[in-house]
């Protein structure tokens, strides 16, 4: 019984095989590229000189106080290193954590320390993914300031163009409400 | 709006689009998997034609149980050959534009089991280790195989209900070609076209090198990542493209991917309970199944939502804004996304536990305790509501026949299931099937916690360290997949213990299956008499809940008292 049942199986598994794990892909890729390009080759952004300045949707490092700053990122050996996706992995009594969290406040209060506003729990926890393009209405709220003066721009400015990319929710009740760092960055940059 | 009206919304608007979807799916697959001539069968038939003339199958043959039990242990041993032959291969494979050496073999063979077995156990990190062609080809394809394998022994079960006198109990070379053709392979091309017009990458480029507005140097990883993304979660399997699987922005990049990508886990589960009934003759048996999922399930997660809507009490203290509101989702941000927030990643830890499916947009292990029970606790009670595609009905079915024969034993009457006596046999089988998993999790928890090999790997101290080694075996012996992933996994200890724990905890319970079902197609029918208890009623409903809720309970309480209860307190007394 063994072996009649080795034929079927070895060259069923040959035949799936080339079916779902080349033809498949391969076609989706084809369809991908003909329909959704941008999307299907990672929403890549370019800057004037054709150089590739990162994706829409891959947060990067941002240090400089006239730049909003993306979520804390886990990944090592460097923040944002796109080739290292991970979350903390901390659990919520490890005194790592609160160590963490402790560091994320202070650059925050030295970068701006006329700032009152209580923090947002966004700007101080670690993303999922290490890689979070986005941060919420509250994180870029908490920072406009610190960007306005360092750009020597009015506050409403700032607001206004956080206003204006911000994403609401699907339909109201899927996801969160939140703004892409990067797009902002580079709307800031474009203001000059 | 309160954010708890915002998420009561929220879930009712899922389990709406759910419960949508169960008929039509659930018809579909009946009429596919039966060979009822329609439209889709008709288009297909020349393929399936060629399939079976090339692969030396006649389709016409039934096999008796045990013949489909060895063709499906068979069929999967050799696709995890396939899937450890093409790792340790890798260097001198094509379609791998980083040039990914070969990986260890304790890794390629914990990986292998894992994709087999509908697990998706990954120690590894994906971008660093997997080429293009291994994730495709090995991956991908255990990915479709593993999915149809529990449809099989689905349909297979639900013919023991449906057969009288029978010999046979299906061909497993027929369903599953017919359950990958008809069933995932389409469902999964629409999926993944509509992924990627979401911003999920499909390509085979190298990965991209930029520089970074502030000009530092980022490389972007790249890959054929939607096509695989989308059986990932309709085939409940969970292993993610890249290490941080469905919190990585390029697997699922916004609300609808991550709306669509929930649903895609919990369709086919819910949607077998619609097959179940009418392949049997009566839909309200498949609508009590259903029911008693829902009820198990929408508790847990709106706990989950609660406690991780709380937040955390050490970050409050330090002056942190946790609050929820139009700016925020406030709450436990700790290794969870912007664009998800809380909600949507309760809901998604919840779907993804309650399924055999693993994959995660926000990382447990940094839940709050009782947060984190959810996930633990749905994937102990193993996985069945709605349970993984094909597990899950079955699974329930095996608890159903647990029930009617507790019923049976408080009324002095021989239990019965839809016209089949349940027997001496059956029970035998059906308790094989239900103490594997809870002994594989806790024996192997014990030997990890008692040898300094198994402690190594804990990454937090205290009871969350311990709860990532129990998370760990419950993940593996049920065929999840997901992780408290600070647990460092990818030791030859672990490789090997979860490998084993995976393989058993799979296949112990589809041959135990696969023999119940033999043997009631063997029983004749027995007619209903007014002494029949009805098994299509809240009576029945409760007491399969309750059949569940007893064995889960009665067998993880302690470990879980030393795990998430313990950790609760002290995070409560932390102050």
């Given at each position: ?192 | ?23 039509p799916l659930?018809t579909y697959i009946a009429d596919v998997m039966e060979g009822r001539p329609n439209f889709v069968l008709r288009a297909g038939a020349p393929i399936e ?129 017919r359950?990958?053709l008809y069933v995932?392979l389409p ?389």
């Amino acid at each position: 019984m063994f072996l009649r049942l080795i034929r079927p199986a070895a060259s069923l598994l040959v035949l799936m095989t080339a079916l779902l794990g080349i033809a498949y892909p391969v076609v989706i890729t084809g369809a991908a590229a003909a329909l959704f390009p941008r999307a299907a080759g990672g929403s890549l952004i370019y800057g004037r000189t054709g150089t590739l300045v990162g994706s829409a949707l891959i947060g990067q490092r941002f240090s400089e106080p006239k730049y909003f700053w993306g979520r804390p990122s886990a990944t090592t050996p460097q923040p944002y290193n796109g080739l290292g996706s991970t979350g903390s992995n901390l659990g919520p009594l490890n005194p790592a954590l609160l160590a963490e969290v402790g560091a994320n406040v202070s650059a925050l209060r030295d970068a701006d320390p006329g700032n009152r506003m209580p923090i947002p729990v966004g700007l101080v926890t670690s993303s999922a993914s290490g890689l979070d393009p986005e941060i919420s209405p509250a994180d870029a709220r908490f920072q406009a300031e610190r960007v306005a003066r360092a750009r020597k721009l009015r506050l409403s400015t700032v607001e206004a163009l956080i206003a204006a990319h911000r994403r609401g929710r699907l339909l109201g009740l899927f996801g969160e409400p939140r703004i892409n760092v990067l797009e902002l960055n580079l709307a800031l940059d474009r203001l000059h | 709006m309160h954010p708890g009206v915002l998420f009561a919304l929220m879930l009712s608007a899922f389990l709406g689009l759910v419960l949508l979807v169960v008929k039509p799916l659930g018809t579909y697959i009946a009429d596919v998997m039966e060979g009822r001539p329609n439209f889709v069968l008709r288009a297909g038939a020349p393929i399936e034609r060629l399939v079976y003339r090339l692969s030396g199958v006649d389709a016409g043959e039934e096999m008796p149980w045990a013949r489909y039990a060895i063709a499906l242990v068979l069929f999967n041993v050799l696709g995890a050959v396939v899937v450890y032959a093409l790792q340790r291969l890798q260097g001198h494979l094509p379609l791998n534009p980083q040039q990914f050496a070969a990986v260890s073999p304790d890794s390629s063979f914990n990986t292998a089991v894992s994709f087999a077995t509908n697990t998706n156990w990954q120690a590894y990190s994906g971008e660093t280790t997997m080429g293009y062609l291994v994730q495709m080809a090995g991956l991908a394809v255990q990915n479709f195989l593993s999915a149809a394998t529990g449809i099989c022994v689905a349909i297979a079960m639900i013919r023991g209900f449906t057969r009288h006198g029978a010999a046979a109990i299906g061909n497993f070379w027929v369903d599953l070609t017919r359950s990958t053709l008809y069933v995932l392979l389409p469902l999964s091309a629409v999926l993944a076209l509509v992924l990627v017009s979401q911003g999920v990458i499909q390509n085979f480029a190298p990965y991209r090198q930029a520089t970074t507005v502030e000009a530092r140097t980022q490389t972007l990883p790249m890959g054929p990542v939607a096509s695989q993304e989308s059986i990932k979660e309709l085939g409940t399997n969970g292993g993610g493209f890249f290490n941080a699987n469905s919190a990585h922005p390029y697997e699922n990049p916004t609300p609808l991917s991550n709306l669509l990508e929930m649903l895609a886990i919990v369709a086919i589960p819910f949607a077998l309970t619609y097959t179940f009934g009418r392949m049997v003759g009566d839909t309200r048996q498949g609508w009590v199944l259903l029911a008693a999922m829902l009820i198990l399930f929408v508790p847990l997660v709106v706990t989950a939502y609660h406690f991780e809507q709380r937040g955390n009490p050490l970050i409050a203290a330090r002056g942190i804004d946790q609050r929820a509101g139009p700016a925020q989702a406030g709450g436990n941000m700790e290794g969870k996304e912007t664009r998800f927030g809380i909600a949507a990643s309760a809901l998604f830890a919840a779907a993804t536990t309650a399924t055999s499916c693993g994959a995660v947009n926000s990382m447990h292990d940094s839940m709050t305790p009782l947060g984190g029970f959810v996930p633990l606790f749905l994937i102990e009670l193993g996985e069945l509501a709605p349970g993984g595609v094909g597990t899950g009905l079955y699974t329930m079915l095996m608890f159903a026949i647990l029930g009617v024969f507790i019923a049976g034993l408080m009324i002095g009457r021989t239990p019965e299931y839809l016209g089949k006596k349940i027997e001496a046999l059956e029970m035998k089988l059906a308790s094989v099937f239900i103490l594997t998993t809870p002994f594989l999790v806790l024996a192997g928890t014990a030997v990890a916690v008692a040898t300094a090999a198994g402690r190594a790997g804990a990454a937090n101290p205290g009871a969350h360290g311990f709860s990532e080694i129990l998370y760990a075996f419950s993940s593996a012996a049920n065929n999840n997949g997901s992780a408290f992933a600070g647990l460092a996994a990818n030791s030859v200890f672990y490789n090997v213990s979860t490998g084993l724990a995976m393989f058993l905890g799979r296949y112990w319970p589809i041959v135990a299956s696969l023999a119940v079902a033999g043997s009631l197609a063997a029983k004749k029918r027995i007619p209903v008499t007014d002494g029949t208890m009805p098994t299509h009623g809240a009576l029945f409903v409760s007491l399969l809940i309750g059949s569940v809720l007893l064995i889960g309970v009665l067998t993880y309480v302690p470990a879980l008292a030393l795990g998430p209860v313990v950790e609760h307190f002290m995070l409560a007394a932390a102050k």
